[in-house]
């Protein structure tokens, strides 16, 4: 059972570094995606997973992207009391004076340290359930921007954009 978790955690984890769609090209000009799809092969059998939007993406006109999260935002306790904390490399800047930060990390940075800070404070935040159905799990139409997925049976979660 404890080497099943682990087995599951690598696949999982391996599998969330190819998370969102493609970039369409047309006459020179990059258009970005406007919806994603996160799906996670071999799931552990009668686990739910769950993906949870933290960060909003920005695109420029030359589709370099910037992740942006606002005091709105039910994550931003978490993410801002993270980053208050300069031994984990998580940076947010205020936009314009406004209540929205653009996010950025420094040296030190850890995604899974990041993911674990989350995975303690995920009780009440909503998310997106991913339907499991022939070997896979999986959650479409999200909307673009850095999801952590995280798994019922505690041995998993995984960030990916």
Request: with cysteine; glycine share 8%; aromatic share 10%.
């Amino acid at each position: 059972m404890k080497h099943a978790r682990k087995l599951a955690s690598l696949l999982l984890a391996l599998v969330m570094v190819f998370a969102l769609a493609t970039t369409a090209f047309a006459a020179g000009t990059v258009t970005p995606p406007t919806t994603g799809t996160i799906t996670v092969e071999n799931p552990v059998k009668g686990r739910t997973y769950t993906a949870y939007k933290i960060f909003d993406v920005v695109y420029d006109t030359n589709s370099h992207y910037s992740y942006t999260i606002d005091s709105n935002n039910e994550w931003y306790g978490t993410v801002s009391e993270y980053a208050r904390d300069a031994k984990h490399g998580l940076q947010l800047t205020q936009v314009n004076g406004g209540n929205t930060y653009v996010v950025t990390t420094r040296d030190g940075f850890s995604a899974p340290d990041f993911a674990a800070a989350l995975k303690k404070d995920v009780s009440g935040k909503t998310g997106e359930a991913l339907t499991v159905a022939d070997g896979k799990a999986t959650v479409t139409g999200l909307e673009l921007g850095y999801y952590f997925v995280a798994s019922d049976s505690g041995a998993l979660c995984n960030l990916t954009t």
